[in-house]
């Protein structure tokens, strides 16, 4: 006998699908602001004038972006517990999406450092300001606007990606909807309530950054 869709699965198990979808916000909203972060320090280093800083954060970047996100998360999960870090599977998950997205951001932060002109990184040292001043000060703020549409799609995969924490207990939206499917047997409403659930949190996203592009786009043409 073929499925239909049941709405009635949503209010029967609100509490379990309300209680995933609080903590993939949750992990989703640490690993974001971890992640670009990490990966501001990241790109600073691939670009910085120190040879082991620069070869650092290249190592970093080639070696985190060419392996699996799962086995970034496993790492968390089971390779630090077996050296005596116990971590639980939400933190481990969290842990994992803030490593594997900073690599991205890492580079498309750098590309926007490179896009910023030469000279006024120049004329910045002229006045007096220390390498890290410059960065901070004049470069970084040019390099994210210039980047923003690229960071802003990395944002939106970190909140897709963030159903990997299903596969370490992470208490997120697919863990629970996993459950509620193993009770229900109704795969197609439980995962297509889930689809909705993650659509609630990426669209809105999607629309606040597109708003920000235009008000940059506004307000380099004034």
């Known amino acids: 006998m073929s499925e239909t869709?049941?709405?009635?699965?949503?209010?029967?198990?609100?509490?379990?699908f309300l209680e995933g979808f609080l903590h993939t916000i949750e992990a989703s909203a640490i690993a974001l602001i971890g992640s670009f972060i990490l990966g501001t320090i990241i790109a600073v280093m691939r670009i910085s004038p120190v040879k082991p800083l620069n070869w650092l954060g290249t190592a970093y970047v080639e070696f985190i972006r060419n392996i699996p996100l799962l086995l970034v998360v496993f790492f968390f999960f089971l390779g630090l517990p077996s050296l005596g870090i116990p971590l639980d599977g939400f933190?481990?998950?969290?842990?994992?999406?803030?490593?594997?997205?900073?690599?991205?951001?890492?580079?498309?932060?750098r590309a926007g450092i490179q896009a910023v002109?030469?000279?006024?990184?120049?004329?910045?040292?002229?006045?007096?300001?220390t390498y890290l001043q410059?960065?901070?000060?004049?470069?970084?703020?040019?390099?994210?606007?210039i980047v923003l549409p690229s960071i802003s799609n990395q944002f939106i995969n970190l909140v897709k990606n963030s159903s990997i924490l299903a596969v370490v207990a992470g208490l997120d939206l697919m863990y629970y909807a996993d459950l509620i499917n193993a009770d229900t047997f109704m795969p197609?409403?439980?995962y297509t309530l889930v689809a909705l659930?993650?659509?609630?949190?990426?669209?809105?996203?999607?629309?606040?950054?597109h708003a920000m592009e235009r008000r940059f786009s506004s307000a380099d043409r004034s």
């Open 5 to 16: 869709f049941d709405i009635r699965i949503l209010f029967d198990h609100w509490d379990r």
């Open 91 to 109: 933190t481990s998950g969290t842990l994992g999406l803030m490593v594997y997205t900073a690599s991205f951001i890492a580079e498309s932060i």
């Open 117 to 129: 002109p030469t000279g006024q990184t120049e004329a910045a040292r002229a006045t007096g300001l």
């Open 134 to 145: 410059t960065m901070t000060s004049i470069v970084l703020p040019q390099a994210v606007k």
């Open 188 to 190: 197609l409403t439980v």
């Open 197 to 209: 659930f993650y659509l609630v949190l990426t669209l809105p996203l999607s629309m606040a950054v």
